[in-house]
Structures are given as structure tokens and as C-alpha cells.
């Protein structure tokens, strides 16, 4: 059983950065696939980015591609989300989850934290 817990979030202006963590512990979650997922009010939960567990694959969602930065230590058991260049459109709850493979689906993740809130005012 792996545990995921979000932090970093909060309130930020337009065009400001926030980096999001993810700290995994039990299991063996340094071996997991691990990505991040988003849900604005009124929408389905979304992909954002995943990551391979030797951080030789990225994915991301177009709509983050060259604004958010996915990455991970292995070491400390934690993955990052560094979201640069904020819009108000990113404003959501986002959920790490730490899954089999860094693909856009939710069914391949078997883990998810509770969410932490960004939210990006104009």
C-alpha cells in the first residue's frame, strides 16, 4: 500500500510559479509510474503529467506542455510539479497518483493523495 501526500499549494496571481510535492511512502514507490491530475469546479478530474520511475519518460497534457515541469527523487520518495507562467484555467485541486505505467489514463494509477488546491487569480 503506498500513501501520497500533496503540498505546495495556494494562492497565486496570474503568471506567478508554484511548485507542487508529492511525498510517497510504503510499498516499494520509487518503482511506480507517478503522475498528477487536476480537477477544476464543476469538471472531471483531468491528466496533467506523469513521469516514469527513472524519470526517462515525461508526459504531459498540451495544455501544460512547455509551462509545467514534472520530476522526481527517488531518494526522498517524492515527485514534483513545477507549474510556471500560472493561469486562471489552472486553477484546480491537484491529486498525485503513482500507477504502473505514465500514461493520460486514471485507470492505470492505483494510488491517489487527497489533493491540494492551486488556485490562480487574474
Known amino acids: 500500500q503506498v500513501q501520497l501526500v500533496e503540498s505546495g499549494g495556494g494562492l497565486v496571481q496570474a503568471g506567478d510559479s508554484l511548485r507542487l510535492s508529492c511525498a510517497a511512502s510504503?510499498?516499494?514507490?520509487?518503482?511506480?509510474?507517478m503522475g498528477w491530475f487536476r480537477q477544476a469546479p464543476g469538471k472531471e478530474r483531468e491528466f496533467v503529467a506523469a513521469?516514469?520511475?527513472?524519470?526517462?519518460?515525461?508526459n504531459y497534457a498540451d495544455s501544460v506542455k512547455g509551462r509545467f515541469t514534472i520530476s522526481r527523487d527517488n531518494a526522498k520518495n517524492t515527485v514534483y510539479l513545477q507549474m510556471n507562467s500560472l493561469k486562471p484555467e489552472d486553477t484546480s485541486v491537484y491529486y498525485c497518483a503513482a500507477g504502473r505505467s505514465p500514461r493520460a489514463t486514471q485507470r492505470e494509477y492505483d494510488y491517489w493523495g487527497q489533493g491540494t488546491l492551486v488556485t490562480v487569480s487574474s
Open positions: 510504503g510499498g516499494t514507490s520509487s518503482s511506480y509510474a
Open positions: 513521469i516514469s520511475w527513472g524519470s526517462t519518460f515525461r
